[in-house]
């Protein structure tokens, strides 16, 4: 599988073996044509243990309304994915601002507070509910105007990555 990565304002070509997303572990990938041996484990929701050319990283996830980014040794480095295999990325198409529209858990964790109820009005970028993960708070907030018509979560309630909590109309 081949991805486009864009890392702050870099852009780089990343091939991964399909049995890198089955399963972390020792394997070879490259990037921008150059083969790396990657040791990947993943060490706790949100948290990558990297292992490259007898170098660790651990690399955490920081996904807030400023967009997705990676933090490793201290420098937050803000990140894309592009995948050419999807018909959205590969037509231009993305969510309009018409129709429903979910609000997934960013990382697996515990939903501590619903700040709205079914039925509700809200703005874009209005806060909807609080995740913890890794003993952060993390504030998911509404992609668009609208109406809540749908709270798919529960306070105390845990969630898996890309659960959709909200859905807002």
Same mark, same amino acid.
């Given at each position: 599988? =081949?991805?486009?990565?864009?890392?702050?304002?870099?852009?780089?070509?990343?091939?991964?073996?399909?049995?890198?997303?089955?399963?972390?572990?020792?394997?070879?990938?490259?990037? +921008?044509?150059?083969?790396?041996?990657?040791?990947?484990?993943?060490?706790?929701?949100?948290?990558?243990?990297?292992?490259?050319?007898?170098?660790?990283?651990?690399?955490?996830?920081?996904?807030?309304?400023?967009?997705?980014?990676?933090?490793?040794?201290?420098?937050? =480095? =803000?990140?894309?994915?592009?995948?050419?295999?999807?018909?959205?990325?590969?037509?231009?198409?993305?969510?309009?601002? +018409?129709?429903?529209?979910?609000?997934?858990?960013?990382?697996?964790?515990?939903?501590?507070?619903?700040?709205?109820?079914?039925?509700?009005?809200?703005?874009?970028?209005?806060?909807?509910?609080?995740?913890?993960?890794?003993?952060?708070?993390?504030?998911?907030?509404?992609?668009?105007?609208?109406?809540?018509?749908?709270?798919?979560?529960?306070?105390?309630? =845990?969630?898996?990555?890309? +659960?959709?909590?909200?859905?807002?109309?």
């Amino acid at each position: 599988m =081949t991805l486009w990565l864009s890392l702050g304002e870099k852009q780089r070509r990343v091939t991964l073996p399909d049995a890198v997303l089955e399963q972390a572990g020792i394997s070879q990938c490259s990037v +921008d044509g150059e083969t790396l041996d990657v040791d990947a484990r993943m060490i706790g929701p949100g948290v990558l243990s990297l292992l490259i050319g007898g170098k660790q990283f651990r690399c955490v996830l920081d996904r807030n309304v400023d967009g997705d980014a990676v933090v490793v040794a201290g420098q937050r =480095t =803000t990140f894309s994915v592009a995948d050419p295999r999807s018909l959205a990325q590969q037509s231009g198409a993305v969510a309009g601002v +018409d129709g429903p529209r979910s609000v997934k858990a960013s990382m697996s964790g515990r939903v501590i507070r619903v700040l709205v109820s079914t039925g509700d009005e809200v703005q874009e970028q209005q806060g909807l509910v609080v995740i913890e993960a890794m003993k952060m708070q993390n504030e998911l907030r509404s992609p668009r105007q609208g109406r809540v018509s749908r709270i798919a979560a529960d306070v105390g309630e =845990t969630v898996a990555a890309g +659960d959709v909590l909200i859905v807002v109309e």
